[in-house]
């Protein structure tokens, strides 16, 4: 496995491989690998002839409140697990080499990028959508690996493959949970135990509600939502939303396939987590 931080020597590999007829896989991550990034490199490796990680902590994605600074950069551990997971290049970028002071270019995914965590987190999505654009290009990948997890990232993502001719496809992987239900996230180091404990009531809720879904209306499945998330001590809700699977619109009487995507906050702690439901046959 070799580490590269410089995006033109990435670049260069990338395009010798493709000469010589591998093909790509990109994992994009910031770092702090759990499990969750685990099952994205485990497919790379079975579909792709390279699996490259990139390791970046974007700061164009994070609003001037957000957790930048403190966001956890564990370098090492993170190598050791890549070699260990079969990766054979990650690629760790400095920020003056993605976002030099003289960049001007940027990729917006208009409306998708202003719903759910994008009206809380503004350009956090313009953000996203940009460094992502930058990643395809330099690792020339064939297939990118994005955990439903971030949903809405998901769809931004695919919509901009789509509507910039990126050649590389999108793969979408499932959320992986803790045993107790709770979404892995770097994000979760920060929990304390007891905000660990409040916070496996956002999955919990989420789960009962797909067995709303089969059989009541969509009103009664949010607000059952709402008033069991209100109910964690110490929780404040950014969104609880239900969309279409496919395009992240508000879902109605019709919708048979939806997430529900919801945005809490467990104390000084935002935790984002979603769920698909689907109707029962013949509803
Ligand atoms: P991050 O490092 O948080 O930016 O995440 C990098 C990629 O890993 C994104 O595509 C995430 O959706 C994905 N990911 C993060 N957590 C999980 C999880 N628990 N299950 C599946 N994918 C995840």
């Known amino acids: 496995m070799k580490v590269i931080k410089n995006a033109s020597q990435m670049q260069k590999i990338a395009l010798k491989h493709i000469r010589d007829g591998d093909e790509i896989g990109l994992v994009p991550t910031m770092g702090a690998l759990h499990e969750g990034h685990i099952s994205l490199i485990a497919k790379s490796v079975k579909n792709d002839d390279i699996t490259i990680v990139s390791i970046f902590i974007n700061p164009v994605q994070f609003g001037p409140n957000e957790d930048y600074l403190k966001y956890p950069r564990p370098a090492k551990k993170d190598k050791e697990i890549c070699k260990k997971n079969h990766v054979d290049y990650v690629f760790m970028p400095s920020v003056n080499d993605m976002l030099p002071a003289d960049h001007k270019t940027f990729v917006e ?11 809380f987190r503004i350009n956090h999505f313009r953000g996203v959508a940009t460094v992502v654009a930058k990643l395809f290009n330099i690792s020339c990948a064939d297939r990118a690996y994005f955990g439903m997890k971030d949903f809405q990232q ?5 919509k901009m493959g789509k509507d910039l001719n990126f050649k590389t496809k999108i793969i979408p992987c499932s959320i992986v949970r803790e045993r107790n239900g709770l979404a892995l996230s770097s994000r979760n180091s920060y929990l304390s135990a007891e905000g660990k404990k409040r916070s496996l009531n956002i999955s919990k809720t989420l789960k009962e509600a797909v067995e709303d879904f089969k059989r009541k209306d969509l009103n009664f499945v949010r607000k059952t939502v709402v008033n069991k998330l209100k109910k964690i001590p110490g929780s404040e809700i950014d969104y609880t939303e239900i969309v279409n699977f496919d395009d992240l619109s508000p879902a109605d009487k019709n919708t048979k396939k939806a997430v529900f995507a919801v945005a809490v906050w467990i104390g000084k702690i935002r935790l984002i987590d979603n769920i698909v439901m689907i109707k029962d046959k013949g509803r």
Do not use: A, H, N
Request: hydrophobic share 45%; aromatic share 0%.
């Open 154 to 158: 998901l769809r931004i993502i695919e």
């Open 109 to 119: 995914v208009k409306t998708l990028q202003d719903i759910l965590c994008g009206s």
